[in-house]
């Protein structure tokens, strides 16, 4: 996600990696409620959707309907099934402390859950969207690997000032990637499974385009985080995705993209693999300023 407002030092009570316990006992029943009101609308739309490995992490954990699960029972079941875990943390955390988590197959999920009287907004990554958006995923192999890859390479991205190029490429696969199957498109990324108006927009609206995966042309493309996608890209599976970012020594790449302009976020470039040329119909419906990163 964006670092929008990141404090720099821990506050009062967390831990030097920005920990904190989940504080499981303190839901309310009404916070437990819009877990399964959020559960209940995402549990309609996902079949036939999401990808199989979503499908399959949400019946792993059983991470069904029944309220904001305990971090703890949680853990016994992700670790036991690819090593990864769940920490709570506060909110957003500074993006060096967010990607030694990742490396250290660590997830940090907030603890706390979005308003009742505001489903469809949230401000920072609350625990419904680090936790049903994210955790199934991390119970696929090959993604589990992906994300601990991607922290590592976040470090390094750090030390060699490319942290916008691998922000990129995060919230294009991450928190927005769309999936081939044989069966068609399926939904892979956090942003969109947590959504229900994105879970579909991504899939059958006209507008936005969808295009093949290729890690330069994601690396150029700034991102809307303050509506939907103006443009999806596609990886062929998660092996690909897995295999082209850990066999690619970004750095060479990081220092060409200097020299290159980005690609303007409703533009189509001349290679890419277009499998919808959207019309862009929402994002010219609600022309206002783009907040983009
Ligand atoms: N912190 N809790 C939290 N969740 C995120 O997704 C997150 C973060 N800090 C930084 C960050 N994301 C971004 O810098 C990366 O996604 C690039
Ligand atoms: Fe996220």
Same mark, same amino acid.
């Given at each position: ?11 009062? $009570? ?7 316990? =989940? ?34 992490? /949400?019946? +792993? ?41 990742? +490396? ?46 991607? $922290?590592?390479? $976040?470090?390094? #991205? /750090?030390?060699?000032?490319?942290? =916008?190029? /691998? ?9 927005? $990637? ?16 947590? %959504? ?6 991504? !899939? ?10 290729? /890690? ?12 939907? =996608? ?6 062929? %599976?998660?092996?690909? !995705? ?8 970004? +750095?060479?790449?990081?220092?060409? !993209? ?7 976020? #409703? ?13 862009? +119909? ?12």
């Amino acid at each position: 996600m964006v670092a929008l407002h990141v404090m720099a030092k821990p506050p009062p $009570g967390a831990a030097p990696d920005w920990t904190i316990p =989940q504080g499981f006992e303190s839901y309310t029943e009404a916070e437990h409620q819009t877990w399964i009101t959020l559960y209940d609308r995402q549990a309609a739309v996902l079949p036939g959707r999401a990808c199989d490995a979503f499908l399959r992490g /949400l019946d +792993a954990l059983d991470l069904h309907g029944r309220g904001i699960p305990d971090f703890t029972l949680l853990n016994e079941k992700l670790e036991a099934i690819t090593g990864w875990r769940v920490v709570a943390v506060p909110g957003l955390v500074p993006d060096d402390v967010f990607f030694e988590h990742l +490396a250290d197959r660590r997830f940090p999920a907030g603890n706390f859950i979005r308003r009742a009287d505001e489903l469809d907004y949230i401000e920072e990554p609350d625990v419904f969207h680090d936790v049903f958006g994210h955790v199934p995923m991390l119970t696929d192999p090959v993604f589990a690997d992906y994300m601990q890859a991607y $922290g590592k390479g $976040g470090l390094r #991205a /750090l030390g060699l000032d490319a942290l =916008q190029r /691998l922000a990129r490429l995060y919230w294009y696969t991450v928190e927005f $990637g769309l999936m081939g199957s044989a069966a068609g498109l399926r939904i892979y990324g956090a942003g969109i499974v947590s %959504s229900r108006t994105e879970s579909i927009f991504a !899939l059958e609206s006209e507008s936005p385009h969808r295009v093949g995966f290729d /890690l330069e042309r994601v690396m150029r493309t700034p991102y809307r985080i303050d509506d939907f =996608q103006q443009i999806y890209f596609v990886v062929p %599976s998660l092996e690909e !995705l897995l295999l082209t970012t850990t066999s690619t020594d970004f +750095a060479p790449i990081y220092q060409r !993209l200097a020299g290159l302009p980005d690609i303007a976020i #409703a533009a189509l470039a001349p290679d890419d693999i277009v499998l919808s040329h959207g019309t862009q +119909a929402y994002a010219l419906s609600r022309a206002k300023e783009h907040v983009t990163g």
